[in-house]
C-alpha cells in the first residue's frame, strides 16, 4: 500500500482514482480538507476497501507516524500544499506553514519510519514529493525550457515555499540517505480543479455570464499538461525514478493566457450556444505583483530515462475538460456554494478522524 497527501485535492483526487484503476493496490489518503481538498472527488470510491480517508494535516507527526506503522506503506506521495499563487500573494505564512513546516514534518515522520524498516523493505521505499515549474522563476519568450539543472529562483511566495520545500527533500537524502525522487511539473488542468484557477475559472464564469478576467496583457505563457498525464508521470517516476534525482514534467504545450481563454470559449460556442460568443466576456484586469511571464518544461530527462512522454494534446484535452465541467456543475455548484463546507463540517467535525 502507499500513503498520499492531499488527495482530495485537485491533482491527488485524479492520482488515486487513476492509481486505483492501473494499479490496484491500497492507499491511504491523508488529507486536511481546506477549501481546496474535496472528499466528493472521490464519492466513486465510497464502498472500495482499497482506499482509505483519513482528515488530518500532514504535520501532526504523531497522527503521520501512528498511520505510517499502522498501515506500513511502502512510498509516500505527497501532494498536500497550499497552491494557489493570488492567495500566497495576500497571506504567505499559510503557505510557509503547510509547505514548508508541514513537508519538513512529514520527512521527519517518513525518515523514523524508514530507519525502523526491516533491510529488504527499505531499499523499495520512496517519498515522491509533487513539486512545480515555478521554483525555476520566469524565462523570457527566446530563453530555452527550464531543465533539471535550470538554478532555483522562486518569485511568488507560493514558488519560494515549494523551493523551500524541494530543498528539504534534497537534504534528507543527501543527509539521511532518506530514498526520495522529486517531480516538478508544469500547469496542470483538468476534471475536478477548484474554479479559482485558469481554466475553470474562465469555463464556470462564462456558465454564469460574468467577466472572463485576464492579468495583464494577456500574454503570460504557461506550459499546460493533462492532469492524467502528470499522474501518470507519478506513477512512472515512483517505479523506475532514481533516488535522489528529480525529474522535470510538462505537456510541450505552450500558450498564451489570452489564447487559453479564447480557446475556451470558442469550444463553450459549440457545446453550449447560449451567451455566445463568450469572448466579448473578456476583461482585462490590473496585472498580478510579480507574475511571471513564461514558464516552459523540457522533459527530455523523463522521457529519455523513464520512458514517459504526454499522451493528451492541448486541444482535446481543454474540450474534454470544458464538457466535464459542463456535465458536473453540480459539483462546482457544491464546491463554490459553502454547502460543501457545511457538509465536511458535519461529516468531519474539526477533529482528524483515521
Ligand atoms: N495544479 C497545478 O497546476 C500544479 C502544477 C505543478 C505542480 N503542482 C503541485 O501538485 C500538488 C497538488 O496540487 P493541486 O493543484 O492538486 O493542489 P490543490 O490545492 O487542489 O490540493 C491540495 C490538497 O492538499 C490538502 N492540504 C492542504 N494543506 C494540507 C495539510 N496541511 N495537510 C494535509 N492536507 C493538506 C488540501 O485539502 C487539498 O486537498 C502540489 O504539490 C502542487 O505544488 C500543481
Not at 505527497?78 to 513546516?101: K, L, M, Q, Y
Not at 530507519?115 to 513539486?131: I, K, N, Q, T, W
Request: one cysteine or more; hydrophobic letters at 40%; proline letters at 5%.
Amino acid at each position: 500500500m502507499i500513503l498520499v497527501t492531499g488527495g482530495a485535492g485537485f491533482i491527488g483526487s485524479n492520482f488515486v482514482l487513476d492509481w486505483l484503476a492501473v494499479e490496484g493496490t491500497p492507499i491511504v489518503n491523508l488529507d486536511k480538507l481546506t477549501y481546496a481538498g474535496n472528499i466528493r472527488n472521490l464519492a466513486s470510491l465510497e464502498s472500495d476497501a482499497r482506499h482509505l480517508f483519513v482528515r488530518g494535516d500532514i504535520g501532526d507527526g504523531e497522527l503521520v507516524a501512528r498511520l505510517l506503522n499502522e498501515h506500513r506503506p511502502r512510498a509516500i506521495v505527497h501532494f498536500a500544499t497550499e497552491s494557489h499563487v493570488d492567495r500566497s500573494i495576500h497571506g504567505p505564512a499559510e503557505f510557509v506553514e503547510t509547505n514548508v513546516v508541514g513537508t519538513l514534518g512529514l520527512l521527519e515522520a517518513a525518515r523514523a519510519y524508514w530507519a525502523r524498516m526491516p533491510a529488504a523493505e527499505r531499499e523499495g521505499f520512496r517519498f515522491l514529493h509533487v513539486s512545480t515549474d515555478e521554483v525555476y522563476g520566469s524565462l523570457e519568450a527566446t530563453d530555452p525550457a527550464f531543465s533539471e539543472t535550470t538554478p532555483y529562483a522562486p518569485n511568488s511566495p507560493y514558488a519560494a515555499s515549494k523551493a523551500a520545500s524541494d530543498h528539504l527533500v534534497r537534504a534528507y537524502h543527501h543527509t539521511y540517505g532518506l530514498p526520495t525522487v522529486t517531480t516538478n511539473c508544469s500547469n496542470n488542468y483538468g476534471p475536478f480543479q477548484f474554479p479559482e484557477k485558469l481554466i475553470p475559472l474562465v469555463i464556470v464564469n462564462a456558465l454564469a455570464g460574468k467577466p472572463l478576467p485576464i492579468y495583464g496583457d494577456g500574454r503570460n505563457v504557461r506550459d499546460w499538461l493533462y492532469v492524467n498525464d502528470h499522474c501518470e508521470a507519478i506513477r512512472i517516476a515512483l517505479a523506475r525514478g532514481t533516488p535522489g534525482e528529480t525529474y522535470n514534467i510538462g505537456g510541450s504545450a505552450e500558450r498564451a493566457n489570452v489564447d487559453v481563454v479564447t480557446s475556451i470559449c470558442a469550444i463553450l460556442d459549440e457545446l453550449h450556444r447560449e451567451g455566445a460568443p463568450h469572448k466579448n466576456l473578456i476583461e482585462y484586469v490590473t496585472d498580478r505583483p510579480g507574475h511571471d511571464r513564461r514558464y516552459a518544461i523540457d522533459a527530455t530527462k523523463i522521457t529519455r530515462e523513464l520512458g514517459w512522454s504526454p499522451k493528451e494534446r492541448f486541444e482535446t484535452g481543454l474540450r474534454s475538460t470544458v464538457a466535464w465541467y459542463l456535465d458536473h456543475m453540480d459539483w462546482v455548484q457544491s464546491v463554490t456554494s459553502g454547502e460543501y463546507r457545511q457538509w465536511v463540517a458535519m461529516n468531519y467535525g474539526t477533529r482528524s478522524v483515521a
